[in-house]
């Protein structure tokens, strides 16, 4: 039996101090996804982890935001599940 992987699509509120990859991410609303991943259990149930919230920036949304994006950069996803816990984030 393998993992599952759930996702869909969210839209991430940035309401306090985050960072992208290192740089502030300005205040503002981003399309996200949430994503969980599903293990198979005994009785053919599965049992599925917290959601992780992940944000995806093309480097030109990158500069947009004045965060310094590589010359071949085309495009980032990070983990901002952390500040969704604190707070500093709003699932919508």
């Known amino acids: 039996m393998s993992t599952k992987v759930k996702s869909k699509p969210v839209v991430l509120e940035v309401v306090g101090e985050v960072l992208f990859s290192g740089h502030p991410l300005p205040v503002g609303r981003y399309k996200g996804?949430?994503?969980q991943l599903g293990v198979p259990m005994m009785g053919g149930?599965?049992?599925?982890?917290?959601?992780e919230y992940l944000?995806?920036?093309t480097a030109e949304q990158m500069r947009?935001?004045?965060?310094?994006?590589?010359?071949?950069?085309i495009a980032l996803e990070d983990d901002l599940?952390?500040?969704?816990?604190?707070?500093?984030?709003?699932v919508r």
């Open 64 to 73: 947009a935001a004045n965060m310094p994006a590589a010359n071949n950069l």
């Open 33 to 35: 996804r949430e994503k």
């Open 81 to 90: 599940t952390s500040y969704v816990r604190s707070g500093a984030i709003k």
């Open 55 to 57: 944000l995806g920036l």
């Open 45 to 51: 149930q599965t049992n599925w982890t917290a959601p």
